[in-house]
């Protein structure tokens, strides 16, 4: 039963982490040329490393990659662009700080899978590996500068209108 479950877990990771980079791209090309596509621009390179290491992590295990979890996670970011575009000239900023709360929402989803990982580890030699402490550090610095997005946006898309 764990080698299942851990498989499905890490499944579900894998999965939000290809959702989550479709989106930090479409923000990222949306606000082409501004400070918050830069720091987009960083995060998504740090994400793109951090799916690698699961992705590594899982073909240590021998844990296959489920195409289908992955289809549906891409799916739904598509779909999410339906109900939240970002170029609406009635919503402003609006629609971006709710897009960036998701993002934000996804790093600490990445922050709890490591922690859980690391917390399994110390049970099970077999998820032992990867230096857990780091990638918690990471993902939570990469929380924090997401926050920081987050809370520009919202000085904008929260202001009383006039």
Known sequence: ???KNIGSYLNHHLSASVAWLEAVQRVEDA???TPTARALSELRAEGLADQLMLREFMAQLKVSERETEKATAWLSEKLSRLMLPLKDPKEGSYNLL???EALSLGLEGRRALWVALAAAARESVALQGPDYQILVR???EQRARMEQLRLETAKNALRPVQ
Do not use: N, Q, S
């Open 138 to 140: 990471r993902a939570e």
């Open 1 to 3: 039963m764990p080698d």
């Open 98 to 100: 709710l897009i960036l």
């Open 31 to 33: 606000e082409k040329g």
